[in-house]
């Protein structure tokens, strides 16, 4: 028996004793991390759309300007750690002790010599580990964000037009008004190919690229353009250059400079 990172657990356990120690620590912190969603969860981003009204059961209401992406976050640990629980409880036979997060997470905490035995165990720190980081991610300040265009989804004919701005290493956005899932990165290479052909100066390219997510200086431009990755569209006036021009000489250097 090998333990998911690669060393032996201890005689009868699926996990070794550094996941088990990581998994404790995990469980032990959920409690400080859940307080600090909760607290993020009415809070309006400031990108808050009130939408379309829409009148189906006769009353008028608008979406709540809240934070959907910790509703999600939360929803998502709620459920990962009833779901475990329960499991768990099939073998230590003692009935579950609270149905909130803190309660749940406390009773995997209290069962963790029976829990480092099961052969699910080896599942435990990364999907809880994951969950736990989305948590987090979700209570960042609208700072954090990027743009990814209007939703687009269509019903009865009329496109959504609600602003995506999911956090930079957000993988999916749900939106708001509609409903509809997105993958961040095909939302973000499609935002970035309707800017495509644009043209502007340094700082205009750079404040574009940087709605996306791909962070650059007007520095990095003259730099670019000095070592001959970069030419200017236009050979008078003040210098203005292609949106995907730039955006391609980016990914090349953050690729090079990975590879350094
Ligand atoms: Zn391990
Ligand atoms: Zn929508």
């Known amino acids: 028996m090998t333990c998911p990172c690669g060393l ?17 620590k995990l469980l032990a912190e959920t409690d400080a991390v859940v307080g600090d969603l909760v607290r ?33 976050a939360h929803m998502a640990l709620d459920k990962w750690l009833m779901r475990t629980a329960l499991e768990l409880a099939k073998v230590t036979r003692a009935p579950l002790t609270g149905r909130d997060s803190a309660g749940l997470s406390s009773y995997l905490l209290a069962h963790m010599n029976t829990l480092r035995r099961q052969d699910w165990a080896g599942r435990v720190k990364g999907e809880l580990g994951g969950l736990l980081k989305k948590c987090v991610q979700a209570t960042l300040p609208p700072g954090e964000r990027i743009n990814v265009g209007a939703c687009g989804s269509v019903f009865n004919g009329e496109a959504c037009t609600n602003p995506l701005t999911p956090l930079k290493d957000q993988d999916q956005i749900k939106c708001r008004v509609c409903g509809t899932s997105w993958g961040v990165a095909d ?14 100066a340094p700082a205009i390219v750079v404040r574009a690229l940087k709605e996306y997510g791909v962070s650059i200086k007007p520095k990095n431009i003259e730099n670019w353009v000095m070592l001959g990755h970069l030419t200017p569209v236009n050979t008078e006036g003040r210098k203005q250059y292609r949106v995907s021009d730039v955006y391609g ?6 690729a090079r400079r990975k590879a350094a």
């Not at 032996?8 to 404790?24: E, K």
């Not at 969860?41 to 959907?68: C, F, K, M, Q, W």
């Not at 939302?187 to 502007?200: E, K, L, V």
């Open 8 to 24: 032996t657990p201890l005689d009868g356990d699926t996990i070794c004793p550094a996941c088990v120690s990581d998994v404790t």
């Open 40 to 72: 993020a969860v009415p809070r309006a981003s400031l990108t808050a759309s009130y939408g379309e009204r829409v009148s189906s059961s006769g009353s008028l209401h608008a979406p709540l300007p809240i934070n959907d992406t910790a509703l999600d």
């Open 187 to 200: 939302r973000q290479r499609s935002a970035i190919g309707a800017a495509w052909d644009a043209i502007g």
């Open 249 to 254: 000489v980016a990914k090349r250097m953050a």
